[in-house]
Nanobody, 115 residues
């Protein structure tokens, strides 16, 4: 089993920045894909960005050019640098990991962007 612990959420003003971190523990093999999803009130959970252990990344169109995902495979940690934040980025952000064909989720961290 894999456990995911997120940190770094909070309150930011529009145009500001926040950095999320997610550390994985448990399991003995490399985690293939780690990423971030978000869910705003009344909306479905949506992809934000993912990164494979080989270095490939994928972004939602809404965050391209503003958010950057990165991984430290040795630390089994994934980061999300969020710049030029917008009020519509307000959501609970969830860390996600694909490990041995099983999907794991973190508990979520709130990001609130004020206008």
């Amino acid at each position: 089993q894999v456990q995911l612990e997120e940190s770094g959420g909070g309150l930011a003003q529009a145009g500001g920045s926040l950095r999320l971190s997610c550390a994985a523990s448990g399991g003995i093999f490399s985690i293939n894909t780690m990423g971030w999803y978000r869910q705003a009130p009344g909306k479905q959970r949506e992809l934000v960005a993912t990164a494979t252990n080989g270095g490939s990344t994928n972004y939602a169109d809404s965050v391209k050019g503003r958010f950057t995902i990165s991984r430290d495979n040795a630390k089994r940690t994934v980061y999300l640098q969020m710049n030029s934040l917008k009020p519509e980025d307000t959501a609970v952000y969830y860390c996600n990991a694909q490990y041995l064909h099983i999907t794991y989720w973190g508990q979520g961290t709130q990001v609130t962007v004020s206008s």
